[in-house]
C-alpha cells in the first residue's frame, strides 16, 4: 500500500529514467517531485504523464521568483495540469501572485522560506537582513503563510518551530532532507528520520536519492513507508 505522505524526488538525468523508475516503484508510490534539473529534457511532460496515465500525485518544485505580472501568467499556466504542489519563493509579493495566477485550481502553492544551502555568509552577500537564519525562516514562513501560501518547504530541523506558528494552522509542512537510519547523508547536512520529520509537524516527506539510488528502489520505498507506519 502507498503513503502519500512519502514523496519521491525524481532527480533522475532523464525522464526515460523517471518513468522506468515510476513503473519499478509500482503502487509503492504515490506522489512524485520533479524539479528544475529535469525541466528541459520533458519534465513536465512526465508530470503530465505519471499524472494522466499512472494516476499520481505530482509536486512540481520550481521555486518561481519574478515580478508579480510574470509569477502569475507562469502558475496560470501551471495550473491548467492539475497537478498537486508547486512552489515559489516565499516572498508575500510572489506568494500573492502565485494565489492569483492559480485562481481555482486544487493546485497547493508551496512556500520556499531559506534555502537550506545558505548560510550566513551567503545571506550577507545578498543583502538579507540580520539575524539568526532560523528566527528569518519563521519570519518568513509567517508572512508567506499570511499571503496565502497553502504551505512550506522546511528542513526537519525547521518542521516542528513552523508547526507551532499560528499561522502554520491547517497548512502543509513539506519536509525534504530526510534519511532512513543507516542511509547516506550526501550533501544534505541537517537530516531527519521520517517517522521524525512526520512527528515533528511535517504532513509530507520528500525522499530522493535513498530511493532512486537504491539497488533495489520498490525495497527502499516500501521500508520508509512501513517506518513512517511504525
Ligand atoms: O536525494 P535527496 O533525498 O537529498 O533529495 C531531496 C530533494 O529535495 C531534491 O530534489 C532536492 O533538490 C530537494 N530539496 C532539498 N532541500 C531543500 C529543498 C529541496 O533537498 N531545502
Not at 500525485?57 to 505580472?69: C, E, G, N, S, T
Not at 494552522?169 to 525534504?176: A, E, F, M, Q
Not at 521520517?194 to 532512486?212: L, M, T
Amino acid at each position: 500500500m502507498s503513503d502519500d505522505r512519502l514523496i519521491t524526488a525524481l532527480d533522475l538525468p532523464n525522464v526515460l529514467d523517471g518513468l522506468e523508475l515510476a513503473k519499478t516503484l509500482g503502487d509503492s508510490v504515490n506522489f512524485y517531485k520533479i524539479g528544475l534539473g529535469m525541466l528541459t529534457g520533458g519534465g513536465l511532460a512526465l508530470a503530465n504523464e505519471l499524472k494522466q496515465e499512472f494516476g499520481k500525485r505530482i509536486f512540481l518544485d520550481m521555486k518561481f521568483f519574478d515580478i508579480p505580472a510574470t509569477v502569475e501568467a507562469a502558475v496560470r499556466g501551471v495550473a491548467q495540469f492539475n497537478l498537486d504542489f508547486l512552489t515559489v519563493h516565499g516572498d508575500p509579493h510572489v506568494v500573492r501572485a502565485a494565489r492569483e495566477g492559480a485562481g481555482g485550481s486544487d493546485m497547493k502553492i508551496l512556500a520556499v522560506t531559506i534555502l537550506t544551502s545558505l548560510d550566513r555568509d551567503d545571506l550577507d552577500a545578498s543583502l538579507i537582513k540580520d539575524g539568526k537564519i532560523a528566527d528569518l525562516v519563521m519570519e518568513r514562513a509567517a508572512k508567506a503563510l499570511n499571503a496565502g501560501a497553502d504551505g512550506v518547504i522546511a528542513s526537519p530541523q525547521e518542521a516542528a518551530m513552523i508547526r507551532a506558528l499560528p499561522e502554520a494552522h491547517g497548512k502543509l509542512i513539506v519536509t525534504p532532507g530526510v534519511r532512513p537510519a543507516g542511509a547516506a547523508h550526501g550533501d544534505q547536512k541537517r537530516v531527519a528520520t521520517p517517522a521524525q520529520a512526520i512527528k515533528d509537524g511535517a504532513d509530507h516527506i520528500v525522499v530522493g536519492r535513498p530511493i532512486w539510488q537504491s539497488d533495489d528502489p520498490k525495497a527502499a520505498a516500501k521500508a520508509i513507508l512501513a517506518e513512517l507506519r511504525g
